[in-house]
């Protein structure tokens, strides 16, 4: 029995409530669950503490426990046989494991299911008309959902009924990615085991089958690769590593860059990379710049009413054609690009409520982000190309959505098998200024990424205290002073009236004031905390980009130092390295072009809001003010 341990690679803060703990380059983490949504870990540090960790962030390692505490019970009487029973041939039919002389045909039988001969396993193919929203076949028969490489695989027993792909089916509190998460293999299917007999017929070691892109080993691991090796071209490719659990090897940047990718690439996939001078790089976006609109959120109903949600209004500048999309499905589409696109961080959606999802305030909020995540769509070279994106845009009949759903699903084009897809400058790149870069965006996204959390918290904060503290302290004011003016009434009238109304005017003013603080933060804090939300979300994307990135420098490394890969071999390596690292530097700098225009507009807009509303609670205090020289 193997205990399941990680190995952190990065540095990571724990937000405060959500469950998460924070670890620390080098530390290992005993991992206690996989399914608990795509791309977290739940886990266990040294010192006791237990939350979630994203995964990208670890790696994965393997630590032996020792030998069972109890000895294994004696064999059944039927194994009571002569000492030659397993060199000499027999007669009679022999014996099986299960102490019965019916053949068996599958390892994976139940020895305590009867003594019938088993029948032989079928194996389970991918069943892309199965509702993956919900992860259960339309007869009701739960699926297990599976992610190879990105794309979805529901493992199940085929339904007599057939399959349903629910256009409304709903899973807006939970992902696609969440469903069965707790049944994924990886990035292969399940080995599958046939048990053999010696000359003798008894039960021989099983026979493991593995798919070449399987994801954790039985065994001996370095059996893995051995058949890719021998099948192959080139050495390269006996250097598969053995840690299955890397993100590296997950992705299958490895393949990539030991060049076992070997696709057709479509016309429409297809990305360059230019040189613009001065060291940066960038994607070409071959298409039209267009933008697309996010209105008229409308709460919906299905079941004659015992389904509710909110479908909002998408119009794109290409076409100006009207397509109703719901969370669901902004979800299905955030999951598809993650898989499809290993070397660009998608940009967040907005965080998951289920209490108060029907309330305006609630709604518009989560409009206005859903904007800012179509915007960020739109401007990106590399995403704004994507079919799948054009797909979710456009489409607007609900059968040519779900082939069009099929095939992004099971699109092979998709993580490191999508670095084949790209064009670079030839030219080979300088390691010293590769090393350098890379080193440079690593400390920056470090400290960034700390200084736009603690900006987050910090609007949060205000947005609390203006709601709250800050109405309260001024509505507090104000009844004071109309207490005092009101108090003031009772001499009768007789001596200054005009100053008795002037004073509660100024408890009516300061009271007008705390209501301003109240709705303030919706013009100007909230964008600032969404604006953050987004580059929290981009920068946590980044850890596992330059983890890929360090995996093919690694790569490249080893078989430089291999004396046993020709040279042919170990130039295409260099090149593939050459184009994850150009894939690098190409997103780093659209990175930097949009942080730089989204922090100027967003200051911008905060500061000009700050300064409307202080002239608002100016032009208030004056009119107070006046109210006294007329006294």
């Known amino acids: ?65 020792g030998p069972p505490a109890m000895a294994p019970p004696p064999l059944p009487q039927d194994y009571a046989a002569p000492s030659n029973t ?6 009679t039919a022999p014996l099986n494991t299960f102490g019965t002389s019916n053949p068996v045909e599958d390892w994976s039988a139940d020895p305590w299911s009867g003594v019938g001969a088993a029948p032989t396993p079928q194996q389970q ?20 959902s599976g992610t190879s490489n990105g794309v979805k695989s529901n493992l199940a027993t085929p339904s007599p009924t057939g399959v349903q792909d629910d256009w409304d089916s709903d899973f807006d ?31 021989a070691l099983p026979a493991a089958s593995y798919q070449s892109n399987q994801r954790g080993s039985i065994g001996d ?34 393949n990539y860059i030991l060049g076992k990718v070997n696709l057709n690439v479509p016309e429409a996939d297809s990305l360059t990379i230019v040189d613009k001078g001065d060291g940066k790089y960038s994607w070409v976006n071959t298409k039209p710049p267009f933008s697309c609109v996010i209105a008229s959120p409308k709460k919906e109903a299905k079941f004659k009413g015992l389904k509710s949600y909110i479908a909002y209004q998408l119009t794109p500048s290409f076409n100006n054609i009207q397509v109703s999309r719901r969370y669901k499905h902004f979800d299905w ?65 609900e059968k040519r959505w779900k082939g069009g759903k099929r095939k992004a699903e099971k699109d092979p084009l998709v993580g490191g098998a999508y670095y084949s897809a790209i064009t670079v400058p030839d030219k080979p790149l300088d390691p010293e200024f590769v090393d350098r870069e890379v080193q440079v965006f690593t400390q920056f996204t470090s400290q960034f990424d700390v200084a736009v959390k603690n900006m987050a918290k910090l609007s949060a904060d205000q947005t609390t205290k203006c709601q709250n503290h800050y109405k309260r302290e001024f509505q507090l004011i104000g009844k004071s002073f109309a207490q005092l003016g009101q108090a003031m009434e009772q001499d ?39 604006m953050m939300h987004d580059y929290k979300g981009l920068l946590s994307g980044f850890p596992q980009v330059l983890h890929l990135h360090s995996g ?39 990175f930097h072009e949009q942080r730089v225009k989204d922090i100027k507009s967003s200051h911008q807009h905060f500061l000009q809001e700050q300064i409307k509303f202080y002239q608002k609670i100016t032009e208030k205090l004056q009119e107070t003010l006046r109210m006294y020289d007329q006294c």
């Open 125 to 144: 193919t991918q069943d892309w008309q199965a509702d993956v929203e919900t992860g259960v076949l339309l007869g009701g028969i739960p699926s297990i």
């Open 173 to 203: 509190d939970e992902s696609a990615s969440q469903v069965g998460a707790s049944s994924a293999q990886g990035n292969g299917a399940p080995a599958n085991y046939t048990a053999s007999t010696d000359t003798s017929g008894n039960l």
């Open 333 to 397: 589409l955030h999951e598809r690009l993650s898989s499809k696109y290993n070397f660009v961080p998608i940009p967040p959606l907005p965080d998951k409520q289920i209490q108060g999802r029907y309330e305006e305030e609630f709604i518009e909020h989560r409009m206005n982000q859903l904007q800012s995540f179509v915007d960020r769509m739109c401007r990106h070279p590399v995403l704004a190309q994507s079919e799948v994106w054009g797909h979710f845009l456009s489409c607007t009949d």
């Open 86 to 91: 397993y060199a000499t041939p027999s007669t």
């Open 552 to 590: 093919s420098q690694g790569k490249r490394k080893e078989i430089g130092n291999d004396g046993k890969v020709g040279q042919v071999e170990a130039n295409a390596v260099k090149t593939r390295t050459d184009t994850v690292t150009y894939a690098l530097l190409a997103e780093v700098n659209t």
């Open 1 to 65: 029995m193997a205990v399941r341990q990680a190995k952190a690679v990065y540095d990571f803060d724990a937000e405060p409530g959500t469950g998460e703990i924070s670890i620390q380059t080098g530390e290992v983490l005993t991992v206690t669950r996989t399914d608990v949504g795509e791309g977290w870990w739940e886990g266990r540090r040294a010192n006791g503490d237990c939350g979630l960790f994203p995964e990208a962030y670890v790696e994965e390692v393997t630590e032996d426990v």
């Open 221 to 254: 691991v370095s059996a893995i690769g051995r058949n890719d090796s021998k099948k192959g071209a080139g050495g390269a490719s006996s250097k598969t590593s053995f840690n299955r659990f890397s993100v590296f090897v997950k992705s299958g940047s490895e």
């Open 492 to 530: 009768g009238g007789n001596y200054n009236p005009g100053l008795n109304n002037a004073v509660v005017a100024t408890g009516e003013c300061y009271e007008e004031i705390g209501r301003l603080y109240e709705e303030q933060p919706r013009l100007d804090w909230e964008h600032l905390a969404d």
